[in-house]
């Protein structure tokens, strides 16, 4: 975790604050003002609070595209119903007779709205201010889902990899966050309440403070901007695909004239979406042919013609189709596995699928939401009914949790990915899928059509840069990457470094 992290963190909360106190305001004066859309704005900002705040996000990016832009939107949106609310009741709870006497002083509505009543109503807008301050620096950390950076990112992977002080750095910074912001907020509204409402310097102080905060980390909030001589990546929420993208950097500015930018982590369908269209965000990803036709084509793969691999048959759909197209093959393989612990496995003689049939009833399969939904058709209903195969029951738990939830017992089956290294960790045994439910996933770069031709200036040989990997990594080679990346807790940047070099494939 680095001060950049953080800073993203609390640009995104300070950001959102700020657009959700002007919205707010402006609706919580509307309903006050106006009682026949009241109801209408209530309403709205109560459903708001009750979609799921990464559901949220997602709808919002489909419009807005990834990145801090969705994150900050999908924040204010959220916070609104502390602040329309507490607006709404401020108002309406000044005595009519200091409305009263307003009116007889000649001042007309909006003069005594601006002078008598909201600053009488002030303090209890403010704890409605105070309330989404604090509800966005908790929401924010769903920023890492859509490209927004921030300290969702740190927490994701402690989960994950289950580091202990990666978990405690990142709540550690949260609550830190927290407890300054709020505290400054806490004075502020304690001195409008003996203030009346007044903005005096003691309460004005405190609040320029927290704008200030703002102004400071408003660089971060323009930062992976870029320009015609950057190729665009996006981090992702895996160690191989960090990886990945880390020798992309490395690769393509050891040997041309271009740079390269890796903006926040992504998950690999918004990764995939962010690269569709003309308001794409980035130039390519690491992928897999599997994933390609599955998942992002929505192919089963019966649809592969006779004669054709998928990687073959996935490529070129994807051109017709989409704009995008594989390169070469790393050389890895990284397809679904089924595990089990290896105590489990031994107890059992379970060495391949078709052995669990016999034992399925007493087993509980685990894995991620992402491995029991219906979008792409290698998930666990077509598995299940393949292999015939009735567990005793099932749970999904988020990605980050999968390794923890079989380690501590929580479910005796899971789907692993054959390259990653934390199957090691969590001593588990990969069975056999001897019947070939799960097609080849070969990991390649998925990049868009036009990229060769934009960077032909810059960097006229950048396909044959990129595909400088191609058969050079074996699935072994993944796991060892990834074993010293989740593991052990080398970094990113030496991991893959290191194995570049171990290649020569870095002339410097």
Known sequence: ?????????????????????????????????LPFVRKFILGVVDILQTIPALALLGLIMVVAGAGKLTVVVGITLYSLLPIVRNTWLGLSEVAPGIKEAATGCGMSKIQALLKVELPLA???????????????????????????????SILNRGIRIQSLPLLLAGTGALMLIALLLDGAMGIVEKRLAVSHGVLNKKVLVPGLALFGLFLVTLPLGFA??????????????????????????????????????????????????????????????????????????????KAVPPGLSIYDFAN???????????????????????????????????????????????????AEHEFFTQEGSMKFGPFTKFYGLKFKDTKAVDVSLKYAG????????????????????????????????????????????????????????LEQVLNLLAGQIKNEDMVEMTYQVDVQGQTVDKVAREFLAKKGLLRL
Not at 267 to 273: E, G, L, R
Not at 340 to 366: H, I, M, R, T
Request: hydrophobic share 45%.
């Open 406 to 461: 079989i380690m501590n017992g929580s479910f005796d089956v899971t789907e692993v990915y054959a390259t990653d290294g934390l199957n090691r960790k969590a001593k588990l045994k990969v069975l056999r899928d001897d019947r070939k439910f799960f097609p080849d996933y070969n990991g390649a770069f998925l990049i868009r059509e036009d990229i060769f031709t934009r960077f032909a200036a810059v960097a006229p040989d």
């Open 224 to 301: 992976g901007q870029t320009t015609a001589r950057e190729l665009v990546l996006y981090d992702g929420d895996y160690s191989e695909t960090k990886l990945m993208h880390r020798m992309v950097k490395l690769l393509v500015e050891d040997r041309t004239n271009l740079q390269v930018v890796i903006k926040d982590q992504m998950s690999q369908v918004n990764n995939f979406k962010s690269l569709l269209g003309r308001e794409h965000t980035c130039d390519l990803m690491c992928s897999y042919d599997g994933t390609l036709l599955t998942t992002f084509l929505h192919l089963d793969t």
């Open 122 to 152: 002030l303090p209890t807008i403010f704890t409605g201010i105070r309330i989404a301050v604090v509800n966005a620096i908790g929401t924010a950390v769903f920023a890492a889902f859509v490209g927004g950076g921030g300290l969702g």
């Open 1 to 33: 975790m680095n001060w950049t992290i953080i800073g993203e963190h609390l640009f995104i909360v300070c950001a959102a604050s700020l657009l959700s106190i002007v919205v707010g305001l402006a609706l919580g004066i509307v309903a006050y003002l």
């Open 316 to 366: 070129r759909q994807a051109q017709e189709k989409l704009g995008l197209r594989l390169l070469k093959k790393f050389g890895f393989d990284n397809t679904y596995a089924v595990a089990v612990p290896e105590k489990l496995a031994a107890q059992y003689d379970l060495q391949k699928v078709s052995d669990l049939q016999k034992v399925a009833g007493k087993l509980v399969f685990g």
